[in-house]
C-alpha cells in the first residue's frame, strides 16, 4: 500500500548525541515536511522540501537539519544544540507544494535519557 | 502571521450525540485542512476544504472562505472518534505548502 513510513516509532537520546529520524513515502510525492508536536499543542513546522535536492526552513529550524537526496526519502536530524528535543515528530507529503492536501506518517517519539 | 483559532478546546459527548467543531481564521488562505489524531498520534487526513462543502459517511465540513471560519460537524458520535481535531491552513502568499495548525479540539466519546 502507498503510505509514509516514519522509523522508529520511539527514539531515545543522551546529552550530546545527535539523532536521526527517518522518512520515507512511496505515493511519488514532490514535497515532504516535518512536523513537531509538544504534548497539549498543534504541530508546528521545522523543515519542508518542495523538490530533490532542496529545502527551506520552517518556523523552529534551529537545532535541526534535513536532507533530500531522494524524492522518497526526507531524514531529519536532531542535532545536539537541540536543547528541547523531547517531542513527537511528524512527517507529511503532498503532491506538488502548494494547494495540496498533506497526507502524515505515524510519528517517531523522542525522548532524552 | 495568520491566527488560527479552534472551539471548543474541550468536547465530551455522548455516543450517538452530534457536534460541531469551529475553526477561525484571521487572514485569506490557500488550503483548509481537517485532521483527527487518534489517541495513538496518528493524523488522518479528513478534509481537504479551502471553501465549500464536503461529506464522508457521518462528517461533514463546511468552508467560508469569504467569512473566514470552517466548520467540522460529527453526527451520531462513536467512541472511536475520540481524540483530537485540528484545523490547518496554508496562506496564498506561502512558498511551499506550509501549514499552519490550530490548537485542536480535544473530543471525549463515552459509551
Known amino acids: 500500500d502507498g503510505g509514509i513510513t516514519q522509523s522508529p516509532k520511539y527514539l531515545f537520546r543522551k546529552e550530546g548525541q545527535n539523532v536521526t529520524l527517518s522518512c520515507e513515502q512511496n505515493?511519488?510525492?514532490?514535497?515532504m515536511y516535518w512536523y513537531r508536536q509538544d504534548p497539549g499543542q498543534g504541530l508546528r513546522l521545522i523543515y519542508y522540501?518542495?523538490?530533490?535536492?532542496?529545502?527551506q526552513k520552517g518556523d523552529i529550524a534551529e537545532g535541526y537539519s534535513v536532507s533530500r537526496e531522494k524524492k522518497e526519502s526526507f531524514p531529519l536530524t536532531v542535532t545536539s544544540a537541540q536543547k528541547n528535543p523531547t517531542a513527537f515528530y511528524l512527517c507529511?507529503?503532498?503532491?506538488?507544494?502548494?494547494?495540496?492536501?498533506?497526507?502524515f506518517g505515524d510519528g517517531t517519539r523522542l525522548s532524552i535519557l | 502571521g495568520i491566527q488560527v483559532e479552534q472551539s471548543p478546546p474541550d468536547l465530551i459527548l455522548q455516543e450517538g450525540a452530534n457536534s460541531t467543531l469551529r475553526c477561525n481564521f484571521s487572514?485569506?488562505?490557500?488550503?483548509l485542512q481537517w485532521f483527527h489524531q487518534n489517541p495513538w498520534g496518528q493524523l488522518i487526513n479528513l478534509f481537504y476544504?479551502?471553501?465549500g462543502t464536503k461529506q464522508n459517511g457521518r462528517l461533514s465540513a463546511t468552508t467560508v472562505a469569504t467569512e473566514r471560519y470552517s466548520l467540522l460537524y460529527i453526527s451520531s458520535s462513536q467512541t472511536t472518534d475520540s481524540g483530537v481535531y485540528f484545523c490547518?491552513?496554508?496562506?496564498?502568499?506561502?512558498?511551499?505548502?506550509?501549514?499552519?495548525f490550530g490548537q485542536g479540539t480535544e473530543l471525549s466519546v463515552k459509551p
Open positions: 487572514d485569506s488562505v490557500n488550503n
Open positions: 507529511a507529503s503532498s503532491r506538488r507544494w502548494s494547494n495540496q492536501p498533506q497526507h
Open positions: 505515493l511519488n510525492h514532490d514535497a
Open positions: 490547518a491552513v496554508e496562506r496564498p502568499d506561502n512558498q511551499g505548502g506550509k501549514l499552519i
Open positions: 476544504i479551502p471553501s
Open positions: 522540501s518542495q523538490i530533490v535536492n532542496d529545502f
